[in-house]
Nanobody, 118 residues
Framework: EVQLVESGGGLVQPGGSLRLSCRAS????????MNWVRQAPGKELEWVGG???????YYEDFALGRFSISRDNSKNTLYLQLNGLKTEDTAIYYC????????????RGQGTQVTVSS
């Protein structure tokens, strides 16, 4: 059974940093495309970025230069480093497998809340 468990969220001041983790089980994410998406209160689900099976990373414009995706195959864990956080980054962050950007659907975990506030 595929399971994704996100962690690492919290309350942080503007300009701060967090590292989110997504522990996968039921499959190996070493050569699988994985994505991070987020949903802010009252807004649609939004793609943040992804990493393909070859390790090539892609980011939405708002994430470029501030967010960074990585994975540790030995821990079967995906990461999202968030730097330079802004209040508009407040959202629930999810990692996603088999994510279809045309429909914004895929297998997601329960998410982890990131709140950016002074």
């Amino acid at each position: 059974e595929v399971q994704l468990v996100e962690s690492g969220g919290g309350l942080v001041q503007p300009g701060g940093s967090l590292r989110l983790s997504c522990r996968a089980s039921g499959f190996s994410l070493s050569n699988v495309a994985m994505n991070w998406v987020r949903q802010a209160p009252g807004k649609e689900l939004e793609w943040v970025g992804g990493i393909n099976g070859l390790g090539v990373k892609y980011y939405e414009d708002f994430a470029l230069g501030r967010f960074s995706i990585s994975r540790d195959n030995s821990k079967n864990t995906l990461y999202l480093q968030l730097n330079g956080l802004k209040t508009e980054d407040t959202a629930i962050y999810y990692c996603a497998k088999d994510f279809d950007m045309s429909t914004m659907t895929g297998t997601r975990g329960q998410g982890t809340q990131v709140t950016v506030s002074s």
